[in-house]
């Protein structure tokens, strides 16, 4: 079955320093990968996503992910994190080319100090 | 366009009582899904349709039912109302066939059943 995990629960930050989320999935075969984000109150929207070619992805907000076959990983980053990054980010992966469900894993609760 | 949106964003059952989300979405997307989102737990996918007429049950169907009768409309009723359906309720859509396709999200229901 597919699964999604996600290392981090909860993450605290101070603003520019640097930032990465681990996600690692369980899938035999093709995965189209996923993160989005949740700002508070508002709903997810997608920060990038991967489903072929180069698998270094970047996003808005100058987020950007590197897919890695091998380790079944798609970790998120950021160089420089802004107070206004405090959110909740989610890894999400639909198997198969085809794929009609997609999996999200738990999620990791960003928060950033101004 | 307004997206993805649902109706209504905030309602308090009584145990046993019923009640019927409504999530609409102007995108002319075949998929839809209606998700949970509980602390800890990522989102959990309920029911999904891939087209106007069509359901299927998701990871956590029981005590939740659904329609789509419309290809915009997408409904999510709950025929008796359990503490444990307390939760963010969150509709999705999709194009349609492609794994590589994000889902667009709309902004949530917070039930309460106590």
């Known amino acids: 079955a597919q699964s999604v995990s996600q290392h981090n629960h909860h993450v605290i930050l101070s603003e520019a320093a640097s930032l990465e989320l681990g996600c690692n999935y369980s899938?035999?075969?093709?995965?189209?990968l996923f993160w989005y984000v949740q700002y508070p109150g508002q709903h997810l929207q997608l920060l990038l996503k991967?489903?072929?070619?180069?698998?270094l992805v970047k996003g808005i907000k100058g987020f950007e992910a590197e897919f890695i076959k091998s380790k079944f990983s798609f970790n998120l980053r950021k160089p420089s994190v802004q107070w206004s990054d405090t959110a909740e980010y989610f890894c999400?992966?639909?198997?198969?080319?085809?794929?009609?469900?997609?999996?999200f894993g738990a999620g990791t609760r960003l928060f950033v100090k101004a | 366009n307004a997206g993805v949106t649902q109706t209504p964003k905030f309602r308090v059952l009584k145990t046993g009582q019923s009640m019927t989300l409504l999530c609409a979405q102007d995108?002319?997307?075949?998929?839809m899904y209606w998700y949970r989102q509980d602390p800890g737990m990522g989102l959990r996918l309920i029911h999904y349709?891939?087209?106007?007429?069509?359901?299927a049950k998701g990871e956590v169907p029981d005590g939740y039912n659904v329609s789509r009768l419309k290809k915009q409309n997408f409904l999510l009723g709950l025929e008796s109302a359990a503490p444990s359906q307390t939760s963010v309720y969150f509709c999705?859509?999709?194009?349609?066939?492609?794994?590589?396709?994000?889902?667009?999200f709309g902004p949530g229901t917070r039930l309460t059943v106590t």
């Open positions: 995108m002319n997307h075949e998929y």
């Open positions: 899938y035999g075969g093709t995965v189209n």
């Open positions: 991967y489903f072929s070619g180069d698998p």
């Open positions: 999705a859509s999709r194009p349609g066939q492609g794994g590589f396709y994000e889902q667009y």
């Open positions: 999400a992966v639909t198997g198969g080319a085809g794929g009609f469900k997609t999996i």
């Open positions: 349709s891939v087209g106007e007429g069509t359901t």
